[in-house]
């Protein structure tokens, strides 16, 4: 298995842009098509933890679910468990180094953590 891991959404020019990086730089990753296959909470403590944020620091706050759910005044526990129930508020593209995390907004910060 691969060190490297991204959370891809295909529908996200972002996520594209971010996948097609890493197949130009030639590195050997895994996808993890996030909305496929939904995360667990644990796992995505585990992401949090390597990026070093907080679920209000990762959920999309100007997707239209995160009003919907009337999420504004959550707490971050809250935000956590929205987000494990509906990964469509995850922050992407997530890229994965082994103990390392990034959000590749913009898509230099996966520079940062890339040993390819």
């Known amino acids: 298995m691969a060190d490297i891991e991204i959370w891809h959404n295909s529908r996200c020019s972002k996520s594209r842009a971010a996948l097609n990086y ?5 590195c050997d990753f895994t996808i993890k098509e996030y909305l496929k296959e939904n995360p667990k909470k644990d796992e995505l403590e585990a992401i949090l933890k390597k990026l070093n944020k907080k679920p209000s620091e990762v959920i999309r706050k100007k997707e239209a679910l995160f009003k919907e759910l009337n999420l504004k005044d959550a707490s971050e526990e809250d935000l956590l468990e929205a987000m494990v129930q509906n990964p469509k508020l995850i922050e992407r593209p997530i890229v994965i180094y082994k103990d390392r995390a990034v959000i590749a907004r913009p898509l230099e910060l996966v520079e940062e953590i890339l040993p390819c």
Request: no cysteine; glycine share 0%.
């Open 22 to 26: 890493l197949q130009e730089k030639n």
